[in-house]
């Protein structure tokens, strides 16, 4: 059972995060103050710190907490929608600001992954993450899209399509988790693989690839 902290109204001025903040800047800060910031305020009998904390336990510390779904974060005693929706926000603001400065041309499939894998660990896990790209096959923007699933993701190639055409894309490639842990594609993978294919020429869109993903290993299907 979860021991009950102080308030934050008994916490010495000087020790709440968002005043250390102010006063001496983000970085002297722990994970669980910066969490606490973002969250604002605590629950009953467990002050926003210790309810930071006990976020970051649950999910895995700072690199699991930015990967985790607004339905995860939601779930967990004391974040809210409203707390999730801050650390959602927090989240993609670290994702862009990590990107290089002018958006990276995808020539290879090893670049294609390296731009999808980190943005698909922060996707709900049946996700099909949509990468779009312009004429000369820049990066313009990453959408992930709702797929149904039962043991396998079943990739809305109709969606997929108008959400290319909606970002203005002249190309695209689609990459998605592989809930079996495995990259070995399957026969669906492939069958999905040769609609997005035709689709898109229907559309006069460019298809570069269909990537499965298990963990840090990925694997192109060949239809």
């Given at each position: 059972m979860t021991t009950p902290s102080a308030r934050m109204a008994d916490?010495?001025?000087?020790?709440?995060?968002?005043?250390?903040?102010?006063?001496?800047?983000?970085?002297?800060?722990?994970?669980?103050?910066?969490?606490?910031?973002?969250?604002?305020?605590?629950?009953?009998?467990?002050n926003v710190i210790d309810v930071a904390a006990d976020?970051?336990?649950?999910?895995?510390?700072?690199?699991?907490?930015?990967?985790?779904?607004t339905a995860g974060l939601t779930a967990l005693p004391g974040v809210g929608p409203?707390?999730?929706?801050?650390?959602?926000?927090?989240?993609?603001?670290?994702?862009?600001?990590?990107?290089?400065?002018?958006?990276?041309r995808i020539s290879t499939r090893s670049e294609l992954a390296a731009v999808a894998l980190p943005e698909l660990r922060a996707c709900d896990e049946n996700a099909v993450l949509?990468?779009?790209?312009?004429?000369?096959?820049?990066?313009?923007?990453?959408?992930?899209?709702?797929?149904?699933?039962?043991?396998?993701?079943?990739?809305?190639?109709?969606?997929?399509?108008?959400?290319?055409?909606?970002?203005?894309?002249?190309?695209?490639?689609?990459?998605?988790q592989h809930p079996g842990g495995t990259t070995r594609p399957t026969d669906r993978d492939r069958a999905v693989t040769a609609e997005l294919r035709k689709a898109a020429a229907d559309c006069g869109l460019r298809f570069l690839d269909h990537l499965i993903v298990a963990g840090d290993a990925w694997a192109a299907v060949r239809a």
């Amino acid at each position: 059972m979860t021991t009950p902290s102080a308030r934050m109204a008994d916490v010495p001025t000087d020790q709440r995060p968002r005043e250390r903040l102010f006063r001496f800047g983000a970085a002297p800060l722990t994970d669980a103050e910066l969490v606490a910031v973002l969250l604002g305020t605590g629950r009953v009998g467990r002050n926003v710190i210790d309810v930071a904390a006990d976020v970051l336990q649950a999910t895995g510390g700072a690199a699991g907490l930015l990967a985790t779904p607004t339905a995860g974060l939601t779930a967990l005693p004391g974040v809210g929608p409203v707390g999730a929706c801050r650390i959602q926000a927090a989240a993609e603001l670290a994702r862009r600001a990590a990107k290089p400065a002018g958006a990276p041309r995808i020539s290879t499939r090893s670049e294609l992954a390296a731009v999808a894998l980190p943005e698909l660990r922060a996707c709900d896990e049946n996700a099909v993450l949509v990468i779009v790209l312009d004429r000369r096959l820049r990066l313009t923007t990453m959408l992930p899209v709702s797929a149904n699933c039962d043991g396998h993701a079943v990739v809305p190639v109709a969606e997929i399509l108008q959400r290319v055409v909606e970002a203005s894309g002249a190309a695209f490639a689609v990459a998605h988790q592989h809930p079996g842990g495995t990259t070995r594609p399957t026969d669906r993978d492939r069958a999905v693989t040769a609609e997005l294919r035709k689709a898109a020429a229907d559309c006069g869109l460019r298809f570069l690839d269909h990537l499965i993903v298990a963990g840090d290993a990925w694997a192109a299907v060949r239809a």
